[in-house]
DNA sequence: TTACTTACTTAATGTTCATTCAGCAAGAGG
DNA sequence: CCTCTTGCTGAATGAACATTAAGTAAGTAA
C-alpha cells in the first residue's frame, strides 16, 4: 500500500530519489480525493481519520492540520463534487441522467459515497443533513423542469395541475426519479450482476414521460388486473 | 426520561406500586423493539449499546446478556420486522407496495431503520449486508411476479423477452419499483412536506406497468421533444 | 429448604478515536 | 543569512465503546 515508507525521519543513509518527494501542488486536493474514496468505501460514521491518514501515508493530525475536524472534511468532500460535476439543466438534462447512471457503473466508490452518505445522513443530527435536503430540492425542480420540456407543451398543463396530494404530476414524476436512481445505486451496489443501472433509469424515465402524456383527467387509469 | 430509579438497590422504604415492576413476559422482545427505534433514529454505526440500554433503564451488559454482541442484536432486529410483515404473493402485491408506502409515512422510525440500513449495508463488511442482499433479491423475484400478472398474459411474453443487458422488462421494472421506494424513503425522511411516498409510488407502478404493455419490439419508443 | 433460571449490576479491560499542542523540517522570498 | 509559510510529526488527552467476568437479587420448581 505505500511506496515511501511513512517513517517521519528518512533513513539517514539516501533520500528516495524519484517517487513524489512532497508535490507542491494543493496537497489540501489529494487529501480530499483520498478522503471521499474511503468514505466512500466505509461510509462516514465508520470512517476514521486515520484510516484517511494511512492511505496518505501521513498522520490523523497531518490531515486535522488542512480540515480543522472530520465534519469539515465531510463537508468539504461534498462540495468538492458539487463544483464538479456540472448538470445540464433543460431538457437534455433527462439524457444526463441516464449517462450519469451509466458513468456511476464505473465508479463503485463515488456512487457508493453519495447512496451511503444521502441515506446516513438523514439520521439525527447528521452534519451533512442539511447538504442533501437542499441538494434534493434543487434537483427536483431542475429535473421536473426537464420533465415538462420533454413532454412537450401541449401536456405542460395537465402535468402542472396539482393532485390531491398537493404536488404536481411533474413534480411526482421529478421526485419518482430522482428516487429511483438513488434506490438503483443501493441495490447495485449490493449486487451489480443483478442490476442495470442505466436501463432501468432509461426505462423509468421513459414511463413516467409517457404517462405523463397519456393522462386524461381522473385518477390511475389502466383497468387492474385480476 | 426514567420513570422509576434506575439505580440498582431500590429505596427501602418502599416498592414502586404500579409501573412495570419487572414484566415475566418476555423482556428480550421489549430490548428488540427499543433496539430498532433507537437504530431507525441514529443508524446502526451510529447507535451505541449504552445508548439503547439507556432507553430501557438498564446497562450496556444487561443489554448483552439477551443478546451477545451488538451485531447479533442488529440482525435479530431485522428479522423480526421479517416475520412481522407478510407481504401477499401475486398480483395483489402492487397494491400492497402503495399500502405500505402509506404506511410508512405514518412510521418514520421504522422507515428511517431500513433506508439508513440498506445504504449502510452496502459499505464494506456491513454485518447486515447478505441479508440485505438476499432481501433485495427475493423481492425483485415476488415484484416481477405481481407485475406480470398485472399486465394480463397478452404481454407476458414480451416483458419477459431480455433487452440487451440481459435482463427482462419485467425484471427491470421490478427492479425500478424497489429502487422508487427506497429512494423516497431517503427524500421523505429530509423532507416530508415535499414528498407523498404513496402517490409518487403509485405513480411510479402505474407508469411501468402501462409501459410494459405498450412496447412493441425495438428499443425506447416516445420522439424526443427536442 | 434447595437448586435453578432469569435478569440484571458493577467493575474492569483494551480499543479506537477525534482533537490539541508544541515543535521540526524544508522550501520561498527578502 | 533570516524569516515566513506550508506541511507535517509525536505525544498526550480524554472520551466513547464493545465486550468480559463475576457477583447479586428475585422469582420458579422440586
Chains 1, 2 share one sequence.
Do not use: C
Not at 414521460?209 to 388486473?225: C, N, Y
Amino acid at each position: 500500500m505505500s511506496e515511501t515508507t511513512p517513517t517521519g525521519t528518512p533513513s539517514p543513509g539516501g533520500d528516495p530519489p524519484s517517487p513524489v518527494p512532497r508535490k507542491r501542488v494543493n496537497r489540501r486536493e489529494r487529501i480530499l480525493r483520498t478522503a471521499a474514496e474511503v468514505f466512500a468505501a466505509q461510509g462516514f460514521n465508520n470512517t476514521s481519520l486515520a484510516d484517511i491518514a494511512a492511505t496518505l501515508d501521513i498522520t490523523p493530525a497531518g490531515v486535522l492540520h488542512h480540515f480543522g475536524s472530520k465534519t469539515e472534511l465531510l463537508t468539504a468532500v461534498l462540495e468538492l463534487r458539487d463544483t464538479n460535476d456540472p448538470a445540464p439543466s433543460g431538457a437534455g438534462m433527462l439524457d444526463h441522467l441516464v449517462t450519469t447512471a451509466e458513468r456511476n457503473a464505473a465508479r463503485p466508490g463515488t456512487t457508493r459515497l453519495y447512496a451511503v452518505l444521502s441515506a446516513e445522513s438523514a439520521t439525527a443530527r447528521h452534519p451533512a443533513q442539511d447538504w442533501f435536503r437542499d441538494r434534493y430540492t434543487v434537483l427536483r425542480r431542475e429535473v421536473e423542469e426537464a420533465v415538462l420540456d420533454r413532454i412537450g407543451p401541449e401536456h405542460r398543463e395537465m402535468a402542472n395541475t396539482p393532485g390531491p396530494d398537493g404536488h404536481t404530476p411533474a413534480h411526482s414524476a421529478a421526485t419518482a426519479i430522482l428516487a429511483a436512481m438513488d434506490g438503483l445505486q443501493v441495490q447495485w451496489l449490493l449486487d451489480p450482476e443483478s442490476v442495470d443501472m442505466a436501463t432501468v433509469t432509461e426505462l423509468v424515465i421513459d414511463a413516467l414521460v409517457a404517462r405523463l402524456r397519456t393522462t386524461e383527467g381522473g385518477g390511475p387509469s389502466g383497468p387492474v388486473q385480476t
